[in-house]
């Protein structure tokens, strides 16, 4: 085989599980990557943070805000460079506005397929505080805004399923090749927004 299709293979695929903090997507993610036919890294949003140093986000909004895109940008490069050298991933991310812009931005032309978690607000309340390592009111803040206006290829309920039959339906899901539909529907729509906003409409 020449050396330059070795180097540039078919692009693996990104698999996108969004939903709020305590939802179960490491569990989903986890069980995906040891039960998937094909190898599959696991990119998780907490090893990035894991990174962060202490008082790290205690900075003027505008360097906030800074932050916020560098590491949603990182997080998107990473998984970018894998499929792009025929690696499939599974990307674990609470994806706000604007980490969605910039996924939209970073991962158009991939196959891209978007997994929504879903889970009820007191279930999520009531493991943060089993969980005791998120800050209690984390999922309650993210809870009305992570699913709003977006599009998914497959969604599952962790309040209404186990982790354990929503990683098995998503398993079965994706097992059956299914074809990547739901970014690129967002695209247009992210790109609208954004340009309203740099007018001022």
Not at 27 to 51: G, V
Not at 118 to 134: A, H, K, N, Q, V
Not at 146 to 170: E, F, G, K, P
Request: charged content about 20%; overall charge negative.
């Amino acid at each position: 085989m020449p050396i330059t299709e070795m180097l540039h293979p078919p692009y693996g695929t990104i698999i996108v599980l969004n939903g709020p903090s305590s939802a179960g997507k490491s569990t989903l993610s986890k069980y995906l990557c040891e039960n998937l036919a094909e190898h599959h890294l696991h990119i998780e949003l907490d090893a990035f943070r894991n990174m962060e140093p202490a008082n790290y986000w205690d900075v003027e909004k505008q360097m906030t805000q800074v932050r916020v895109a560098a590491l949603c940008r990182a997080i998107n490069a990473t998984a970018a460079t894998f499929s792009r050298h025929g690696q499939a991933v599974i990307v674990d991310h609470v994806l706000s506005s604007d980490a969605w812009h910039y996924m939209l931005e970073d991962l158009i032309g991939l196959p891209v397929l978007t997994v929504g978690v879903f889970c009820s607000l007191d279930i999520l309340t009531e493991r943060e505080l089993t969980r005791g390592d998120r800050k209690i009111g984390l999922a309650k803040s993210q809870f009305d805004s992570i699913h709003a206006n977006r599009h998914y290829d497959y969604v599952v309920d962790t309040s209404s399923s186990s982790a354990l039959d929503c990683a098995q339906s998503v398993l079965e899901w994706l097992q059956r090749r299914p074809t990547p539909t739901a970014f690129a529907k967002m695209h247009p729509q992210f790109s609208d927004n954004a340009n309203l906003t740099k007018t001022g409409q």
